[in-house]
Each structure stands twice: as C-alpha cells, then as structure tokens.
C-alpha cells in the first residue's frame, strides 16, 4: 500500500500511469466496434468450431471473434518484429545497423512499421477468404469494393493499434503491445466465467481442481520468467594512470527462459498452416482434393495428434530460437575487451563456447516448461471435462510476463526518483 501512495502522490508517474489506462480503454473500446456486413451469430458459431484463431484472438483481443475493426489486433507488426529479429542475425548490413546504438534501433523500427503495412493487408485478404469457405454465411457476397473497404479498415485497425502500442511503450510502464495483449486476455476472463455452468457435484470437484491448477501455473510461470543461472566473471585490475580500476567479483545472468512466448507463436503458426490451407480446397470441383482437404482437417482436429506436434514443435523452436538471439560470440569479445574473464575458462572462444553450452542445458527445462504450458489446455479439458473454462498456459505466460516486467519498471522509476532526491 505505501508503493501504491508513493506512485499516486508522484504526479509524472501518476499521470504515465492514467494515460496508459486511457489508451488501453480506447482499444478495448475499438475492439467493439463491428466491421459492417458481418453476421454476428454465424460468426460465433463457426469461431466456436475453429481452432485456428485461437492465438490470433488473444492478440486481437476478442476483436477477431467480434470481427471489429481491430480483428486483427497487432498480429502483423508481431511477425513483422520476429521477422527482423531473424533477418539482424543473418543479414549483415542490419547486424551492422543495430550495432549503432538508438538511432540503428530507430531505423529498424522504422523497416519494421512500414513491414507490418503489407503483412497487415495480406493477412485481411487471407481471413476474409477463410471466412468465406464457411458453411454457414458470415460475410455474404463480397463484391469488390466491399472487399477492398474490409482490407483497408482492418489494415488501418492493425496500424491503429500498432501507434497506440507505441504511445504506451514511450511512457516507460511496460512495453504497449504487450500491454493490450494483456488487456485482451484479462477482458476476455467475464465472458469465460458467464459460460461456467455447474450442474452436478462432480463438476465443483473438477472447478476446484481447475483453479488449483491455474495458481500452480502461475506459480510455475512466476519462478520459470524469474529463473536465471549466474555465471561468475571477474574483472582484472588494471591501472590508468595513478588509478587502479577493475578487480570486481561479478555474475553473468542467463536467463532459463530465452526464447519467453515466441517458440509458442512459432509452433502454433506452423502447425494450423496445414488445416489453414486445407479450408481452402474444401470447396473444389475436383472430389480428389476436397477429401484430401478434408482428411487433412480431421488429421489435425485429433486432439491427441495435434498435442503431440504442438508440444514437440514449441521444445523444436525453444532451442532454435534461443541459439538465433544468444550471441556467445559476441558476449564472450565484451568480457574480453573489458578485461573480464569467467574463473576457469580462458577467454575468448573456450568462453563463447562454455556459455553456448551451458545455455542449452538450462535451455531444457525451459523447452519442457514451454511445451507444457502450450498443451495445458488439452490437458485440462481432457480430465476436468470443463470445455467452457480452461487453463490457457500461453495467456497466463503472457500476463504474468506482461505483469512482471511492467512492476519491474515502475519500481526503476521510484528508484531514479529515490536516487536523484537523495542527491
């Protein structure tokens, strides 16, 4: 309580604070606001049957489900942003870029906004075409003007969102994409528990096994996000001059969990590209294809089947994505230019490779973590019978993650104000 009046009494941090609020109100406001032309009934029906924008809608919101204006949420600018985190390790001039401090970083944000324009459009285009292979009606007939005034105002709801994003990002409380997930997904939880509906006595037993499952969840994704293996680096002495500088006992920390929620994203995307695809082809002429699309649709609506590919494709880009963001090469250089050394390992390569290799052994049981986290959810519904309610491991990875580093960065800000009136 006595950090909570510390932040109200400041008022630039107070004021931070209440903008913050304003613009997630403003997106949870945007996200109700239907695209016109679209059956709501009939939207929710087959959203229902569809596993396929699962993850889309948490990124959107629920605005996908609603098809507002914001359906597509900030979706697109996320690929866009992993697709340039990948493209700075492989291509050198953006490696170079990024080296440059505040202003490489300005201009890859720069690549990566006008990225997410033409993802934005392609993605409308391909969502509205997937709608229309519905076999109940949810947009009628499209005619081509319609078609292009659904793609612009979709377009212009991702961009919308990715500016608000930003607005939020500047005012130090928490990264803005993150936040509106976060909004999204704790918006989303009335609707959830509306739906509960407990008829038997067996089903209160399943309710509170349900909810002891979300707080050890929780717990676990509080001690996995906080987790980290630190590695000791001393620094030589040396001197400048008539001062001797160095000779500090330190740590390296390492985080468990490098990759955070992409491996997540990564997987999902891969493996609903198959029935994604499959949607299109199930109104062909030729019936070769539309039992092939088919069969592949019910191969992958096999809970049991889909799980397994899930789990092993999330541990598969845990340790891909983990080996693409930490850079040995360049941290192991770092500590040698500034004269540290880890006891033990002699600097340079033999250092590089002592830490690849005791990142990939922590990397383990963040890559089982993950995994679980993503199967949860089946998990739960298979034991518990609660298909209305069910742990979603992603969403609480996401909001614990959001939660944390937001705390984390208010209590920097008290800090800085501490420090500068002690000064």
Excluded: C
């Excluded at 600018?77 to 291509?91: A, G, H, P």
């Amino acid at each position: 309580m006595s950090t909570l009046k510390q932040i109200w009494t400041l008022p630039d941090l107070r004021n931070r604070i209440l903008f913050v609020l304003a613009m997630l109100v403003i997106f949870r406001l945007a996200s109700s606001v239907p695209i016109p032309g679209v059956d709501a009934e009939n939207l929710q029906r087959f959203f229902r049957g569809n596993q396929i924008f699962g993850l889309m809608n948490i990124f959107s919101g629920g605005g996908l489900e609603r098809f507002s204006v914001v359906a597509m949420g900030v979706a697109p600018y996320i690929t866009s942003s992993i697709i340039f985190q990948l493209l700075v390790m492989i291509v050198p001039r953006l490696e170079a870029l990024q080296k440059e401090g505040e202003y490489g970083r300005q201009k890859i944000n720069q690549y990566t906004r006008y990225l997410t324009l033409p993802l934005a459009m392609i993605q409308a285009y391909g969502m509205i075409l997937l709608l229309r292979q519905s076999p109940v009606p949810i947009l009628g007939d499209l005619s081509l003007a319609n078609m292009a005034m659904m793609i612009l105002t979709l377009t212009a709801g991702t961009i919308f969102l990715m500016w608000i994003g930003e607005l939020i990002s500047e005012k130090k409380i928490g990264n803005g994409i993150s936040l509106m997930i976060f909004a999204g997904i704790v918006a989303s939880l009335p609707s959830s528990l509306q739906t509960l509906q407990i008829i038997e006595s067996s089903q209160i037993i399943n309710l509170l096994i349900f909810l002891a499952i979300t707080v050890i969840t929780i717990l676990a994704v509080v001690f996995m996000t906080e987790g980290q293996r630190n590695i000791p680096v001393t620094y030589a002495r040396r001197v400048r001059g008539v001062r001797m500088m160095g000779g500090v006992d330190t740590h390296l920390p390492l985080r468990v969990n490098q990759a955070g929620v992409i491996p997540i994203i990564f997987a999902i995307s891969v493996i609903l590209f198959p029935p994604t695809i499959a949607h299109f082809f199930l109104n062909a002429r030729t019936q070769f294809v539309k039992d092939a699309a088919q069969a592949v649709i019910n191969f992958f609506n096999d809970t049991a089947i889909y799980g397994v590919f899930y789990f092993l494709l999330v541990i598969g880009f845990t340790y891909f994505y983990t080996s693409v963001v930490f850079r040995p090469d360049q941290i192991a250089e770092n500590l040698q230019k500034q004269g540290g050394f880890i006891p033990g390992i002699r600097p340079g390569k033999s250092t590089a490779e002592f830490l690849y290799a005791t990142v990939m052994r922590i990397n383990f049981p963040a890559a089982i973590f993950l995994g679980a986290i993503a199967v949860l959810p089946l998990v739960v519904q298979q034991f518990t019978g609660l298909r209305t309610l069910a742990v979603g491991g992603t969403s609480l990875l996401i909001v614990v993650s959001v939660v944390l580093e937001s705390i984390k960065q208010i209590q920097a800000q008290l800090t800085m104000r501490d420090y500068e009136d002690f000064l």
